[in-house]
């Protein structure tokens, strides 16, 4: 359910209480809930509708662990967040992403750190044409 701005909130109580009407003023107070959204963290992700698949394996194959990796939209100037959270990418090891943020692109921005300081970004990947992102030294 949407919030309301506080100018239409104050609309809403206004008819709610037209519509009560002068007979019920004397009595109980009317009480107007208002039910509050849940946070944008518990809404599920958001998914493209162009049936693309924007899954990439990310392989760690540079022989030190992966601190961050951020996947963001090739048209933002911005990192969006870090992907893999508390988790951290072993050397060897790899991790199944859903690159999808629900806009529809294709192209996005790789950025990964590593525990060796080593930053390494690509720019361009097609993650609709791509099922594997390799790592190496």
Known sequence: MKLLKPAARAAVIAAAFA?????TAAAEPLIVVERVAAPA???APMQSRDNYNRRVRIHNQ???TMLRFYASDS????????MLG???LSAGASIMMNIDDG??????DFKAEFTNGEVLTRMNVNVCQIADYYYTR
Request: glycine fraction near 10%; hydrophobic fraction near 45%; aromatic fraction near 10%.
């Open 86 to 88: 508390r988790e951290v």
């Open 41 to 43: 963290a518990a809404a």
């Open 19 to 23: 519509m009560v009407g002068a007979t």
């Open 103 to 108: 806009s529809g692109a294709c192209l996005y």
């Open 75 to 82: 048209r933002v100037d911005s990192w969006e967040e870090d």
């Open 62 to 64: 540079t022989g030190w």
